[in-house]
């Protein structure tokens, strides 16, 4: 199998990069990572440095995006955000008003995914683009023929409930697995996302 996060071509991918529980869970209920934050992630920092090193746009739903600016105290800590995603734009898809992370490149957008695709690819410039999350909305760049590549990090840890990895219907048609390797206690899977068969 490729190493993953190797390049397939030299135009600009939507990869949905995250961690799920063993039954694939994204979150719990109510949008926590407590079932992830207290694993020891030592091993796999790197891997996500190198990652995100490849990308130049980052795409989040308000719940993942309302999460992150929370946990970290954003608002008050801009330089936190700063220190893990540099630059790089960041766009938002939202219905409701949310506070931006002062002098960071936050874009709240609203509506179909493919409306803002060639917008995120101009600011991606040439780079990858991260679908940080959530699953749904992972889900609307997969409906859209958009979503490349998924590369998932198996946590060692269930939950009885909570947010969904990708809920949409998908089979080994359209899943390519490319990489398969252990990082710490994950397990991190990379799937190459194939096209719908033609009708």
């Known amino acids: 199998m490729s190493a993953p996060f190797a ?7 939507a990869i949905f990069f995250t961690a799920a529980t063993l039954n694939g869970f994204l979150a719990d ?59 790089r734009p960041t766009f938002v898809f939202t219905t409701r008003t949310l506070p931006a992370v002062p002098r960071a490149d936050i874009r709240f957008v609203r ?18 683009v ?3 999350g959530g ?5 609307q760049f997969l409906d859209a023929g ?9 946590a060692p840890a ?3 409930a909570g947010k969904p990895l990708l809920p949409r219907d998908l089979d080994h048609t359209r899943l390519a697995l490319t990489g398969a390797r252990q990082t710490g206690p994950f397990a991190e899977l990379t799937y190459r996302i194939l096209p719908a068969p033609s009708r």
């Open 7 to 13: 390049s397939v071509s030299d135009m600009t991918r």
């Open 29 to 87: 209920e109510d949008d926590g990572l407590s079932w992830l934050l207290s694993i020891p992630q030592e091993e796999s920092a790197a891997e996500i440095a190198t990652f995100v090193d490849r990308i130049g746009v980052l795409v989040e739903g308000s719940s993942t995006y309302s999460w992150v600016l929370g946990h970290e105290d954003l608002v008050a800590h801009p330089e936190r955000w700063r220190d893990f995603y540099g630059s």
């Open 111 to 128: 509506g179909e995914v493919a409306t803002h695709w060639d917008d995120i690819v101009a600011a991606a410039d040439e780079r990858d």
């Open 130 to 132: 991260w679908i940080v």
């Open 135 to 139: 699953g749904d909305l992972a889900g």
């Open 146 to 154: 958009l979503l490349d590549e998924l590369v998932v990090t198996i």
């Open 158 to 160: 269930t939950l009885h």
